[in-house]
C-alpha cells in the first residue's frame, strides 16, 4: 500500500543545495567564525580580527591581511564547490584547512553576506552581498590587500535553525572557544576578538600578538591557556615512525574536574577526536585518578597521506591510516615525559 503520490525526480537549484549543505557545514555562529578564520589563515594573514554582535547571531566580521581574492573571481568564491586550494585529483594532499568550497555559498544562503576583497596587487579592491543565495553584482570597494567578510541575520530565513541557537552568551563563549583553539594552531597570527554588540569600537574579548620563532607557541599557549598551565606543563617532542608528537602536557598535579583544557591538532587542525583524547587518558592512567582529567595542548604532525581529513563536513574528525600509531605516539611519548619529569622531582627531593 503506497502512502504518498511519487513526484518526478528533480535537480534541486543551488539555492536549495547550498541551504542543505549549511546544514552540515553551518551549525551555528561559532562554526560561521570557525570557517571565516580558517579562509583568513589559507590566505596566509598575519593578523585576524573579528567581530562579532548578539552572540553573532545578527553580526559577524571577519577581517584578515591575507592574499585577498580577484574582483573577477568573487562570484565564483561563493559558488558551490568552487575552491582555489585543491583541483581536486588528490583527496590525500590537503595542506590548507579549506579544500570543500562550501563555507561561502553556504553562509550566503543562510545569511546576508558580503564578501569584500583586495587581492595582492591589485589597483582597488571589490565588493559582493549576496542575500539568501541571490548575489548582487561586484562593485568596486575601497580597502588595504587582504579580505572582509560580513555575516549578517544568520539564519533569520530559516527560523527552524535559529529556534536552535542558545543565549546570545552562549553563543559568544562558542565563538570564544573557536578563535582561541584556532589561535593555538596560528601561534604566529595576531589576533583580536571583540564583542560589537553595544556598538563603536566594542569589547576587547580576547588578543593574541603575532608570535615569533620557537617561542611563539608557548607564549600563545600562555596567552590562550594561562601562566598557570606553561609553568606547569612539560614540552613534548615526540618521534615515532613517520609521526610527530609536539606540544605542551601538563604535570599530573594541574588536572582538571572537568576535560576542558584537552586540545589536540593534527597537522595544525585542531580536531576533536575520541581516539586521540582517548589516548591520552590512557598516557595519564598510572598518574591520575580516573575522576581527574589531563590538561594539555597537542600538535601532531605527520605526512598528509597519512591521515583522511575528509571525514566530516565541519572537518572536526580525521582519520588515520594507522590508528594505533597515532595512539601509540600519544600514550607513549606522554608516559616517557611524565615519567622523566617524575623522575627529575623525586631524585630533587633526595638531594
Ligand atoms: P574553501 O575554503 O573550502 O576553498 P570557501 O567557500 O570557504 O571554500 O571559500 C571559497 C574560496 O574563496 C577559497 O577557496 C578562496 O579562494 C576564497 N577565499 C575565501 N575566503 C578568503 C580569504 N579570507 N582570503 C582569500 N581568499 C578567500
Ligand atoms: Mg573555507
Redesign the pocket.
Known amino acids: 500500500e503506497k502512502t504518498a503520490p511519487r513526484r518526478p525526480i528533480a535537480q534541486l537549484d543551488d539555492a536549495a543545495a547550498n541551504r542543505i549543505a549549511a546544514g552540515e557545514v553551518v551549525e551555528r555562529p561559532a562554526s560561521a567564525v570557525k570557517?571565516?578564520v580558517?579562509?583568513?589563515l589559507?590566505?596566509g594573514?598575519r593578523r585576524v580580527d573579528i567581530a562579532y554582535a548578539d552572540g553573532g547571531k545578527t553580526l559577524i566580521a571577519v577581517e584578515?591581511d591575507?592574499?585577498?581574492?580577484p574582483a573577477a573571481?568573487l562570484p565564483l568564491?561563493l559558488s558551490r564547490h568552487?575552491?582555489?586550494?585543491i583541483d581536486g585529483s588528490d583527496l590525500l594532499n590537503i595542506h590548507?584547512?579549506?579544500?570543500?568550497?562550501?563555507?561561502?555559498?553556504s553562509l550566503g544562503a543562510v545569511a546576508r553576506l558580503t564578501l569584500t576583497?583586495r587581492a595582492e596587487g591589485a589597483p582597488e579592491g571589490a565588493t559582493l552581498t549576496v542575500r539568501s543565495g541571490t548575489a548582487a553584482p561586484v562593485r568596486p570597494a575601497a580597502r588595504s590587500t587582504?579580505?572582509r567578510?560580513e555575516v549578517a541575520d544568520l539564519f533569520r530565513a530559516t527560523p527552524a535553525r535559529l529556534k536552535f541557537l542558545r543565549t546570545d552568551r552562549a553563543e559568544a563563549q562558542a565563538i570564544s572557544e573557536t578563535v582561541k583553539r584556532l589561535a593555538m594552531a596560528a601561534p604566529e597570527v595576531g589576533f583580536t576578538l571583540r564583542d560589537i554588540s553595544a556598538g563603536g569600537e566594542g569589547r576587547t574579548v580576547f588578543r593574541a600578538d603575532p608570535g615569533m620563532g620557537p617561542e611563539a607557541l608557548p607564549a600563545r599557549l600562555r596567552q590562550v591557556l594561562g601562566r598557570e598551565f606553561i609553568e606547569n606543563a612539560l614540552a613534548i617532542d615526540a618521534p615515532r615512525e613517520a609521526l610527530r608528537l609536539t606540544g605542551y602536557a601538563a604535570l599530573p598535579t594541574y588536572s582538571r574536574g572537568a576535560a576542558v583544557a584537552q586540545f589536540l591538532f593534527v597537522n595544525g587542525r585542531p580536531v576533536k577526536d575520541k581516539l586521540l583524547t582517548g589516548a591520552l587518558r590512557a598516557a595519564y592512567s598510572d598518574f591520575l585518578s580516573r575522576d581527574r582529567h589531563p590538561a594539555a595542548a597537542l600538535f601532531i604532525t605527520c605526512p598528509a597521506e597519512l591521515v583522511d581529513v575528509n571525514v566530516h563536513p565541519a572537518k572536526a574528525e580525521v582519520r588515520f591510516r594507522d590508528p594505533g600509531l597515532a595512539r601509540g605516539l600519544i600514550v607513549s611519548g606522554l608516559r616517557h615525559a611524565l615519567a622523566a619529569a617524575g623522575h627529575r622531582a623525586s631524585s630533587t627531593v633526595s638531594g
Open positions: 570557517e571565516l580558517e579562509n583568513a589559507d590566505a594573514a584578515d591575507g592574499h585577498g581574492i573571481e568564491a568552487a575552491t582555489s586550494k590548507s584547512f579549506g579544500f570543500r568550497g562550501e563555507a561561502l555559498p576583497s587582504g579580505t567578510v
